[in-house]
C-alpha cells in the first residue's frame, strides 16, 4: 500500500493507514504497548525534520485512531485530510515490560496528487446511444499519470457510478440518463499518479435525454430473430465484447429499466405487496387517482416479461468477460448492482449467472484485499452485497409469491423427465405434476425455482463470506463497514466480546436486534459482528407451516478472529431478540372481533389467562 522513498514511506492523504507490530526477543511479562503520532517539519538548513509530538490523539481515540494500546494501530483517512498542510508523519510504538522499554517507529511522508490541469466533453447533450468523448491535458506529477477514471451522477454525488478508466488522455464512454427538466448528468474526472494519489475535476454538466426510443428497439432486435440484430446500436456495442463498454452499457440501460419499473409500480397497484417487494426503509405507496383495470395490469405484465428478456440478455453479455484492472472490477460489480435491482425481473437464469459472476468477483476481492486500501475494498464489497441480496430476493418471489411468474420462466419449466433427479421432484411426481411432457405448469416451474434458490443460496453465503473476509483485513478492534441502500442493510464490527452485553442493533425505524445480557462468550475475545437485513425472508422449506412471505429477513453472524462463525447460547433469562418489520404495503384485512366467551362451539377451545 506504501511506496519507499529512502528513510521515508509514500502514503496519500485520502487512505487509511494499518500498522502491525511484534516485540522480538521478549524477555519479561508484557505491561503495556503505547502507539504515538508525530508530525513533522522539515529544517531547510539541515535537511531533517523536527518532529513534534500530536497531543490531540486521546481527543480522537476510536474515532481517527483505533488499536492505540494494540499491536496493531490504524489511523483513518480523516487525519491526513484534516491536517493537510503536515507533510511527514512519524508513528511510534511503544512496549513496556516488567524488565525492559523497546520503542519503533516509521516516518511517512504525504504522496501529493497530481498538479492541476484541464478535462472537456464533447458534445453536450445526447441519449444513452450517444458517445461522448472526454479529453484530458496538461495534468503533471512528478511520479507520473497512472490513469483517468470516470464517475457521473444524476442528483446525489454519493449514488455516482463509475464509467470506466484508461491509461490514455482520451475516452469515450456512454452515459446514464439526466434528471430533472434538463435531464443534466454531472461527470467527474479521477486522475491518479503511479503511486495512487488521486486528484478530481468536474466537468460540464451534460444533458442525457431519457427516451424509451432505444430500449424498446433493442426488445424488438430480440423478438424477431433468435439471434440479434446487428444493426442496433446497443447490441453492436455489447458484440464488441469490450470489459468496459459492456459495463457503460450495462449501466446505463439498467438505470432506464430501473426507472421505469418504478414509474408502473406508481400507478396504483390494488394489493401491491402480492406483485411488488418493497425497498428496505420505504413508507407505504399511496395509491394513485387512477383506476388499476385491466389494460394498466396487462401493460404491467408486459412490460415486466420485456424488460426481464433485456436483462437477462445483459446478463449473459458479460458473464464470461474478465476483468484486468481494479476500476474495471468496480465497473463490473457496479453494474451488476443495478442490473439485478429490480428483482420482479430477475429471470432464474439471470439469478444464477448474476450469482455466479458476484461470487467469482467476491474471490478476487478477498484474495486482493490486503493490495489495495479500504476504501476501495469497500467500494466494490458494497456493490457485491448488493448484486448478492438481489438475487437471493429474486429467486425467492415466486416462491413466496410476491411477484408475477415470468414468461421465460414459465416456458422452460416444460422440460423433460430426464432433467428431474432429485427428491423434490420424487415428491412432487406422486401427485401427478410431471405427467404431461412438455407442458408448462406452475407445478414444474416452482420445481425449477425452488431448485434454482438453492442452487443461489448457497453461493450468496460463499459470497458474504469473501466480503466478510475482505472487509475484517481492513478493520481493527472498534472499526465498522457499513453498506445501507434499499435493497439490504449490511454491519460488520470489531469488537470485543464484551461489548456485546444488552448490545441494541438499530439499523432503520421497526427493525432491531437486542443482543443479551450475558452469555458463553469470553469477553476478552476479539470478534466479528455481522448483522444484514433483506427486504424479502428466504422461502420456508415447510411454507404450509411457517409464512414467512410478507416478512423481511435478518440475520445475525458473531465471527472468531478466523472467519469462522461462533454459537452463542443464551437462557430464558436473557434471550436474543429480533424485531422483523413487514413489508409496509402489506394490506390488513379488517378485523372481526367476537366475544370468545359466548361461543359454545365443541370446535373451538379457548385458554384465558
Same mark, same amino acid.
Given at each position: 500500500?506504501c511506496?519507499?522513498?529512502g528513510?521515508?514511506?509514500?502514503i ?6 494499518a500498522?502491525f ?12 504497548i503505547?502507539w504515538? +503520532?508525530?508530525t513533522g517539519?522539515? #529544517?531547510?538548513s539541515?535537511d531533517?525534520q523536527?518532529? *513534534?509530538?500530536?497531543?490531540n490523539m486521546n ?5 481517527w485512531?483505533?488499536?492505540a494500546?494494540?499491536?496493531?494501530f490504524?489511523?483513518?483517512?480523516q487525519l ?6 503536515v507533510k ?9 515490560s516488567?524488565?525492559?522499554?523497546s520503542? *519503533?517507529?516509521l516516518?511517512?511522508?504525504i504522496n ?6 484541464i478535462?472537456s ?6 441519449t444513452?446511444?450517444?458517445k461522448? =468523448?472526454?479529453i ?11 490513469d ?5 451522477w444524476a ?11 484508461t491509461?490514455?488522455?482520451?475516452f469515450?464512454?456512454?452515459?446514464? %440518463?439526466?434528471?430533472?427538466?434538463a435531464?443534466?448528468m454531472n461527470v467527474?474526472?479521477q486522475i491518479r499518479?503511479?503511486l ?5 475535476a468536474n ?13 424498446d428497439?433493442?426488445?424488438k432486435?430480440?423478438?424477431v430473430?433468435?439471434?440479434m ?14 470489459? +468496459?463498454l ?8 439498467s438505470?432506464v ?13 390494488? #394489493? ?7 425497498p428496505?426503509g420505504s ?10 383495470n385491466t389494460?394498466t395490469?396487462n401493460?404491467?405484465?408486459?412490460q415486466?416479461?420485456?424488460?426481464a428478456s433485456v436483462?437477462?440478455?445483459?446478463m449473459?453479455?458479460?458473464?464470461d468477460?474478465?476483468?484486468? =484492472?481494479?476500476? &474495471?472490477i468496480?465497473?463490473h460489480a ?8 429490480a ?5 432464474r437464469?439471470t439469478?444464477?449467472?448474476? *450469482? ?10 478477498e *484474495? ?6 479500504s476504501d ?5 464489497? #458494497? $456493490?457485491?452485497? $448488493? ?8 429467486? &425467492?418471489?415466486p416462491?413466496q409469491?410476491?411477484? !408475477?411468474i ?5 416456458n422452460?419449466?416444460s422440460a !423433460?423427465?430426464?432433467d ?5 421432484y420424487?415428491?412432487l411426481?406422486? &401427485? ?7 407442458e ?5 416451474n416452482?420445481?425449477?425455482?425452488k ?7 448457497k ?5 458474504l463470506?469473501?466480503?466478510t473476509?475482505a472487509f475484517?483485513?481492513h ?9 445501507n441502500t434499499?435493497s439490504?442493510f449490511?454491519?460488520?464490527e470489531k =469488537? ?5 452485553s444488552?448490545?441494541?442493533?438499530t439499523?432503520?425505524e421497526g ?8 452469555s ?6 476479539t ?9 424479502l ?8 407451516? %411457517?409464512n414467512t412471505?410478507l ?12 472467519g469462522?462463525?461462533?454459537s452463542?447460547?443464551?437462557d430464558n ?7 422483523i418489520?413487514?413489508?409496509? #404495503?402489506?394490506i ?6 367476537y366475544?370468545?366467551?359466548l ?7 379457548f385458554y384465558?389467562?
Amino acid at each position: 500500500m506504501c511506496s519507499r522513498k529512502g528513510e521515508f514511506q509514500y502514503i496519500n492523504p485520502n487512505t487509511q493507514l494499518a500498522l502491525f507490530s511484534s516485540l522480538m526477543n521478549q524477555t519479561g511479562l508484557l505491561n503495556n504497548i503505547t502507539w504515538n +503520532v508525530y508530525t513533522g517539519m522539515m #529544517n531547510s538548513s539541515s535537511d531533517t525534520q523536527k518532529w *513534534s509530538l500530536f497531543t490531540n490523539m486521546n481527543d480522537y481515540r476510536d474515532i481517527w485512531f483505533f488499536g492505540a494500546n494494540r499491536s496493531h494501530f490504524t489511523a483513518t483517512n480523516q487525519l491526513f485530510l484534516t491536517y493537510r498542510y503536515v507533510k511527514f508523519w512519524r508513528f511510534e510504538v511503544v512496549y513496556i515490560s516488567m524488565t525492559e522499554k523497546s520503542s *519503533s517507529a516509521l516516518h511517512f511522508e504525504i504522496n501529493q496528487p497530481p498538479k492541476p490541469g484541464i478535462c472537456s466533453i464533447t458534445p453536450s447533450n445526447g441519449t444513452i446511444t450517444t458517445k461522448f =468523448t472526454v479529453i484530458c491535458k496538461d495534468w503533471a506529477d512528478q511520479d507520473g499519470i497512472k490513469d483517468y477514471s470516470f464517475y457521473a451522477w444524476a442528483t446525489h454525488a454519493e449514488q455516482r457510478v463509475i464509467l470506466g478508466s484508461t491509461i490514455s488522455s482520451l475516452f469515450e464512454l456512454r452515459l446514464p %440518463v439526466g434528471c430533472g427538466n434538463a435531464s443534466l448528468m454531472n461527470v467527474i474526472v479521477q486522475i491518479r499518479d503511479q503511486l495512487n494519489s488521486m486528484t478530481e475535476a468536474n466537468l460540464p454538466a451534460v444533458s442525457v435525454i431519457p427516451t424509451r426510443t432505444s430500449i424498446d428497439s433493442f426488445i424488438k432486435a430480440m423478438k424477431v430473430a433468435s439471434t440479434m440484430s446487428s444493426t442496433d446500436p446497443l447490441v453492436e456495442l455489447l458484440s464488441k465484447n469490450n470489459s +468496459v463498454l459492456t459495463g457503460q452499457v450495462i449501466t446505463t440501460v439498467s438505470q432506464v429499466l430501473n426507472e421505469m419499473n418504478t414509474e408502473i409500480i406508481r400507478l396504483g397497484i390494488q #394489493n401491491i405487496a402480492s406483485i411488488f417487494v418493497s425497498p428496505l426503509g420505504s413508507r407505504e405507496i399511496p395509491m394513485s387517482s387512477h383506476s388499476w383495470n385491466t389494460s394498466t395490469f396487462n401493460q404491467y405484465i408486459q412490460q415486466l416479461n420485456d424488460d426481464a428478456s433485456v436483462r437477462e440478455y445483459l446478463m449473459k453479455s458479460m458473464k464470461d468477460l474478465t476483468t484486468t =484492472t481494479w476500476n &474495471n472490477i468496480l465497473l463490473h460489480a457496479s453494474s451488476l448492482a443495478l442490473l439485478t435491482h429490480a428483482i420482479n425481473e430477475l429471470t432464474r437464469d439471470t439469478s444464477m449467472l448474476a *450469482s455466479s459472476k458476484c461470487r467469482d468477483m467476491a474471490f478476487t476481492l478477498e *484474495s486482493m484485499a490486503r493490495m489495495v486500501s479500504s476504501d476501495d475494498v469497500k467500494k466494490i464489497g #458494497n $456493490q457485491l452485497i $448488493q448484486c448478492a441480496a438481489n438475487v437471493l430476493s429474486a429467486v &425467492n418471489v415466486p416462491l413466496q409469491q410476491r411477484g !408475477t411468474i415470468l414468461e421465460l420462466d414459465l416456458n422452460r419449466s416444460s422440460a !423433460t423427465s430426464n432433467d428431474y433427479d432429485d427428491d423434490m421432484y420424487l415428491n412432487l411426481n406422486l &401427485n401427478g405434476i410431471f405427467m404431461k411432457e412438455n407442458e408448462p405448469s406452475y407445478e414444474r416451474n416452482f420445481y425449477h425455482q425452488k431448485r434454482t434458490a438453492n442452487i443461489v443460496v448457497k453461493q450468496v453465503a460463499e459470497t458474504l463470506v469473501a466480503i466478510t473476509n475482505a472487509f475484517n483485513i481492513h478493520l481493527n478492534v472498534g472499526q465498522n463497514m457499513t453498506v445501507n441502500t434499499t435493497s439490504v442493510f449490511t454491519s460488520l464490527e470489531k =469488537t470485543l466480546v464484551s461489548s456485546l452485553s444488552n448490545k441494541r442493533i438499530t439499523p432503520f425505524e421497526g427493525a432491531q436486534i437486542h443482543l443479551p445480557l450475558s452469555s458463553n462468550l469470553t469477553e476478552s475475545d476479539t470478534i466479528s459482528v455481522r448483522s444484514m437485513i433483506q427486504p424479502l425472508a428466504v422461502a420456508s422449506a415447510t411454507p404450509g407451516q %411457517v409464512n414467512t412471505s410478507l416478512s423481511t429477513m435478518i440475520s445475525l453472524s458473531i465471527l472468531d478472529s478466523h472467519g469462522k462463525e461462533i454459537s452463542i447460547h443464551t437462557d430464558n433469562e436473557h434471550p436474543m431478540e429480533f424485531f422483523i418489520p413487514r413489508d409496509p #404495503n402489506l394490506i390488513v384485512p379488517p378485523m372481526a372481533l367476537y366475544n370468545a366467551t359466548l361461543i359454545h362451539d365443541a370446535k373451538h377451545q379457548f385458554y384465558f389467562h
